[in-house]
């Protein structure tokens, strides 16, 4: 273990910025990719009269 | 009576197949991430050259690899589906681009947040660099024409052909750092020798890789079923399971 202290560890010798800039940013976009094709895979697809295009799920 | 494996290139079999996959490749990419971060900013020293900021690469090799392996893999199966016809090969194709593409950015990304304080540049016009951004290119120009084109059919066999004809930039991109003089640094890891690093780094960045790995099966797969139900949503055997 070479982190003396909590702000050690989130300081990163000082390139806190960069490390948890790529860390955070990765994290973001991962969680947002499950949130939108669970959502996808939920929306409810009807009964389509035509096939073809992809369906725009439960319309207003 | 043999094992029919080719039932499964059905989407309605291969449908509640996926759904079963889907819990299993989840918890081996959170059990993988899990230990591979503790490795990665536990047990792992610090780099003598770089100091804190190299630890980036248990993120940026891990996407950048994945972003190669899922463009061959995509490709592989929209050439299955234009080749000999197979709905669910094609699907398979539309399923992996989003995530292809999103390892493309990550790797974009955290490399830009590497470059900085190791180069002194966010972005240079280097050989690896241009040709991973000519990668993300190909993934949405792949995912745009696929969307462009109404027709389901004609649209996998268009996407195809352009997906196919990008196979040329992924050993482009591989191979540039040895063919070019690039700021890039070449590769650290390789099939043929010793891995120029600690022993625990290259522990943490392989399990980063396996957790990177299992996660783009596991959101693939759910998008694979995304799709099916989209694309047989006419179909008999959706209407009571879906």
């Given amino acids: ?60 | 009576m043999a094992l029919n494996i080719w039932k499964y290139a059905s989407p309605q079999t291969f449908f509640p197949l996926a759904g079963r996959m889907i819990p299993v490749f989840t918890v081996l990419a959170i059990v993988f991430a899990v230990v591979g971060l503790y490795i990665g900013f536990f047990v792992a020293p610090t780099d003598f050259q770089q100091g804190e900021v190299y630890r980036i690469i248990f993120i940026h090799v891990p996407a950048a690899w994945m972003s190669m392996f899922i463009y061959l893999v995509m490709a592989f199966w929209a050439g299955v589906g234009l080749t000999f016809n197979t709905r669910l090969s094609s699907m398979m194709a539309h399923a992996l681009a989003p995530t292809g593409a999103l390892m493309t950015f990550i790797a974009l990304w955290t490399g830009s947040l590497w470059g900085k304080p190791t180069w002194g540049t966010w972005w240079v016009w280097d050989a690896r660099l241009t040709s991973e951004l000519i990668l993300l290119f190909l993934y949405v120009g792949y995912m745009a024409l696929a969307a462009a084109i109404d027709d389901v059919r004609r649209a996998d066999k268009a996407s195809a052909v352009l997906a196919l004809v990008g196979v040329v930039n992924v050993p482009i991109i591989y191979f540039s750092v040895q063919w070019w003089n690039t700021l890039h640094q070449g590769a650290s890891v390789n099939l043929t020798r010793a891995p120029s690093m600690a022993a625990s780094m290259l522990t943490g960045m392989l399990l980063m890789a396996l957790a990177f790995w299992m996660y783009s099966i596991a959101v693939s797969l759910l998008r694979v079923r995304a799709i099916i139900r989209e694309r047989e949503r006419d179909a008999a055997w959706l209407q009571d399971s879906a």
């Fill in chain 1, 1 to 60: 273990m070479h982190w003396g202290s909590v702000s050690e560890f989130f300081a990163m010798g000082g390139y806190g910025l960069y490390v948890w800039g790529s860390y955070g940013v990765t994290a973001l976009v991962l969680f947002m990719e499950v949130v939108l094709v669970r959502r996808r895979a939920r929306t409810p697809t009807g009964i389509a009269g035509h096939t073809g295009d992809y369906p725009t799920g439960t319309e207003k």
